[in-house]
């Protein structure tokens, strides 16, 4: 799980919350500014396949596209019907940065209880296993 743990963006400006201190006691704040925050993934998805049958669909994992690049493209360029010898594609990092602070185990913990129904309703819209987004 990749989430920002810095300072949560608060209406309060002169005392700045870190996230999880505004996650445990802004819930109603959240739940009225971020009604669908908690369904996150598979909201979004349930709103594509109303418009689209699942072969004009394609769902990358960040993680499988990171470490096997060019077969995740491969991929894609199959489902847009492109000829992958048209392309010219190397493999570059960008947007990488380093964490400022480590996340905490609690932290942790209350993020796998927030998203944890999500990731759950994802599995089951787009088959196989995201234990990985738990960990």
């Known amino acids: 799980m ?5 300072t949560w963006n608060s209406t309060d400006k002169t ?3 870190t ?3 505004a996650t445990r006691h802004d819930a109603t704040r959240l739940k009225e500014a971020l009604p669908l925050q908690y369904r996150v993934y598979s909201e979004q ?7 689209f049958n699942n072969d004009q669909l394609l769902f990358v994992k960040y993680d499988d596209f990171r470490n096997n690049q060019n077969s995740e493209l491969n991929k894609t360029f199959h489902l847009l019907n492109i000829r992958k010898w048209l392309t010219e594609y190397k493999p570059e990092v960008i947007h990488k ?3 400022h602070k480590q996340m905490q185990e609690s932290e942790k913990e209350l993020l ?3 998203y944890r ?3 759950k309703e994802t599995e089951q819209l787009l088959g196989g296993n995201r234990d990985d987004w738990i960990q």
């Open 15 to 17: 005392r700045p919350k």
């Open 117 to 119: 129904n999500d990731i």
């Open 45 to 51: 998805i349930r709103k594509y396949k109303r418009y």
């Open 97 to 99: 940065r380093p964490y």
């Open 2 to 6: 990749r989430f920002h743990t810095g």
């Open 19 to 21: 996230f999880p201190t």
């Open 112 to 114: 796998q209880n927030i």
